[in-house]
């Protein structure tokens, strides 16, 4: 997992069968300090509750779609949880 | 498997509910030197591993499913071992 800000997001009519009712952010990877890293990605928000502003952590490839209610669902990206806090020592 | 030292860890109070009840550790990923690649991975805790401490880091989710017995897990990092020693070449490494 990843940690990354969600800068946006995206809506999407015309999908592919079993993306009905996923939301989609825009997500930021960041480096373990915060700092951003990498380009942005489209993210399926598997928490159903992140928002833009919001420090997550995401799961890429297969297990994103593990994520997600129906695992059957073509995601590459999910948020699985919202960063209280990161303490590094 | 991959090496790596804890450095931190990642508080979540909403977050799905496979992860209900384990630790997320952010652990900088090492190259054989000993030396941080500049990598990391946010990963569960499956044996109460301390900050600073080098550790086994597993990426890969089926793998990490069967550590956590869930089927449901969407984790592809867990730590599995911390490390005693690393020798390559005959020489051991700073762990």
Redesign the interface.
Known sequence: ???GDVIGTVVATMKTEGLEGVRFLIVQPL??SGQPAGDPVVAAD??F?AGVGERV?F??????A??MPN?FVPVDH?I?????????? | MKLGRI??????????PS?DGWQ?R?V?LLDVSGAST?G????VDSIGAS??QTVLVLDE?SS??QVMADV??????VVVGIVDEVTIDGTSLEV
Do not use: F, K, W
């Not at chain 2, 449901?72 to 990092?77: E, Q, S, Y």
């Open positions: 997992m990843q940690l480096d373990r598997a928490l509750t952590y799961v890429a490839s297969r297990e994103a593990v994520a695992q999910a699985v949880g919202i960063v209280d806090q990161v303490e590094i020592q | 450095s931190g860890t990642v508080v979540s109070t909403i977050n799905h992860l997320l952010v900088d500049g990391y991975l946010i990963a900050t600073g989710g990490a499913r449901d897990a969407p984790v592809r990092a």
